[in-house]
């Protein structure tokens, strides 16, 4: 993994590409992880905190920009209380299943915008036969 990361970081700095300016096509997750993203699209346009939380694993994490870290599916609850709403449109760019432990590297848009407001990566557990999310890291594009 190591060497795949500094290739890629050696092409850019010697080619010159500006990253930011990459378009990234969304990926096809398998049809477990996809009920996972719809279920969270679902779920935040109901504005329904206790169901948002049902995806967490109990010891599970959101970490937001301009928030204290949440731990725990109770806590997390909380915190999506008086939030949500719209339609949120989770794309994933990137995901990778071993074993019980997967991730998904995505970006996210409300309604029918076609550019990302802005990025996120999940962290999931496989629990009792049912992926749930462990991590919850977003942040939103820059408007400059």
Do not use: C
């Not at 915190?79 to 071993?98: H, K, M, P, T, W």
Request: aromatic share 12%.
């Amino acid at each position: 993994m190591y060497t795949k990361f500094t290739v890629l970081a050696a092409i850019l700095f010697f080619v010159g590409i500006n990253a930011s300016a990459q378009e990234i096509n969304p990926v096809e997750l398998p049809e477990d992880l996809q009920q996972v993203l719809t279920n969270y699209e679902t779920h935040w346009k109901n504005s329904d905190a206790k169901a948002l939380a049902s995806l967490f694993t109990e010891d599970g994490f959101i970490l937001r920009p301009g928030h204290d870290l949440v731990k725990g599916r109770e806590n997390i609850q909380t915190s999506y209380e008086n939030v949500g709403g719209g339609d949120l449109v989770l794309r994933a760019y990137d995901y990778s299943v071993q074993g019980n432990l997967a991730y998904i590297i995505g970006g996210y848009t409300y309604g029918s915008r076609v550019k990302d407001m802005g990025k996120y990566t999940l962290t999931l557990k496989k629990i009792n036969g049912n992926w749930l999310i462990h991590s919850d890291m977003d942040n939103g594009n820059s408007t400059n």
